[in-house]
């Protein structure tokens, strides 16, 4: 773990700022889907469906008068695009207490269980099994201590070493910006976390993840967080537009919808942020919302 | 837990029975689910289709010379059936230690980390949203301690109340004839068991549940654990012959791939045989032959 500073330096302004731009994120890559939805000219005939729009939902976590509990987000989703079968992105920033049993597990909560989090979640399964399906979410935790997480990886189903070059290129050229140590250590991370045991396979090509990410100085760690989310929501678009118009055949298909079984053990056998935000009372719909649309176990 | 006498009692002939057993029950039920192929008229157009069979296919746990780790199992696999799009009958039989780990939350393992178990397992999904999906297992295990566990649950995705009193009707019979107890109290474990608290919804409409059971006496345990795999294999036929023949629609089917989401939910999530079996080295493939063919999240 990661030495992490006291929440004194994590004020109010912080998490203000740190809110504001997980919604901006969110905008921006909502904009950048939905411009492909109406820029594509659908294979395998998804042009006859209207370009795919996000809908958003809003929803609230029980709160008290204090202040202390409560907030809640906004779950993005478009559903049955043209390009898009299913793409999720989630806001939310949120105040509670940790029980008993996380208490001991999370830094800084055993002198006080109270947190604060916020962040932006995004995973999306396209409909062509020739576009990659993609994940990101960075986040901001506070409890006595303070920290930046989060990270993004892709999972095509036939890898592309020019996608898979340009993927990690962008992330590349977003942490060496920051710390040249970074990269080499978050994609090492990446490919550790995202990996199922029990069929010894990667989910996918990877990508990065960091996590109790605080070296002291909150503007640099923030501003590393940003890049970490513009890398992705600039990169992820030109990988999609690479290959969006190409045809693919039904046993393409098939193998997306095993692959995309794959993507389900992983989330619910294995995912830290998925155990934890069922198992702490978080708002199912929007954690589930990373759940492929059309899975086959054949 | 139940009072466990040790291991002593269990001898290698009582292994033999059990491994036998198992192994007929396995012969029984997929010969009763065959029938059912051979009956059906088939809506939906499945009557194009051959008459599903099973096949099976062997695996083996690496062993040792001394035979105290290895044995292994056979897959027997019905998919893509006029009335079974996916029916997973196993049947293992291993021998092995626990690891650190599980010594302290296995009977009897925390003394001497060898195991010996055998048991069967079957989930089975009908093509028809109107035919429920089914799940059964039992098991022998065998440390310094020795128990029988098990039970079966049923899972329609448009609940029938005379479906669901046949189903329980048949497990209280069977249970009645060895302890008026029995019933009531493995009716209220398998509610408790197969429960998914995040979407605070019951997996199914119930059966029995049933673990660390040993009563002091082989032969009446032994008695009544196949008693409740001849319940099983007995009544699930009978439910499924009651709605094989009927039309459904593709409303009725997407329901089912809706609800077979939570079938993935809840093995994935919570099933104690699914993790232990994946933790501990089981053969994935078997495990997860659990999983449905065909499944959404919409």
């Not at 109406?38 to 996000?54: H, L």
């Not at 105040?95 to 979640?121: C, H, L, N, T, V």
């Not at 010894?200 to 070296?215: L, P």
Request: glycine fraction near 10%.
């Amino acid at each position: 773990m990661t030495d992490v500073t006291t929440a004194a330096e994590y004020s109010d302004a912080h998490k203000s700022r740190a809110k504001a731009w997980f919604e901006r994120l969110r905008d921006d890559f909502c904009k950048a889907l939905e411009d492909i939805e109406d820029a594509v000219t659908g294979p395998n005939g998804t042009s006859a469906r209207a370009p795919g729009r996000f809908e958003r939902k809003s929803w609230e976590r029980p709160g008290d008068a204090a202040g202390t509990m409560g907030g809640g987000g906004v779950m993005a989703v478009m559903r049955g695009g043209r390009v898009f079968e299913k793409a999720g992105v989630n806001v939310s920033t949120v105040m509670g207490e940790f029980s008993e049993e996380f208490r001991q597990r999370i830094p800084g909560a055993a002198e006080d269980p109270r947190f604060w989090a916020s962040g932006i979640s995004t995973v999306i399964h396209p409909n062509s099994p020739l576009v990659p399906a993609a994940h990101m979410n960075t986040r901001m935790i506070v409890t006595t201590q303070g920290w930046f997480g989060g990270g993004g990886d892709l999972t095509p189903v036939f890898p592309d070493a020019a996608d898979t070059d340009q993927f990690h290129g962008a992330f590349k050229t977003a942490c060496d910006a920051h710390d040249p140590a970074y990269y080499p250590k978050f994609k090492e991370w990446c490919d550790r976390y995202f990996f199922l045991p029990h069929r010894n396979e990667a989910r996918g090509v990877g990508g990065i993840f960091y996590d109790q990410h605080n070296t002291g100085d909150w503007d640099a760690d923030f501003a590393f967080t940003q890049d970490v989310g513009r890398a992705f929501a600039k990169v992820y678009p030109e990988i999609v537009r690479k290959h969006m118009n190409k045809t693919w055949t039904t046993d393409d298909r098939e193998a997306q919808r095993v692959k995309r079984g794959r993507y389900v053990e992983f989330n619910l056998l294995y995912d830290r942020g998925t155990i934890f935000g069922l198992q702490t009372g978080g708002n199912t719909e929007a954690i589930l919302m990373s759940l492929p649309p059309d899975v086959a176990w054949p």
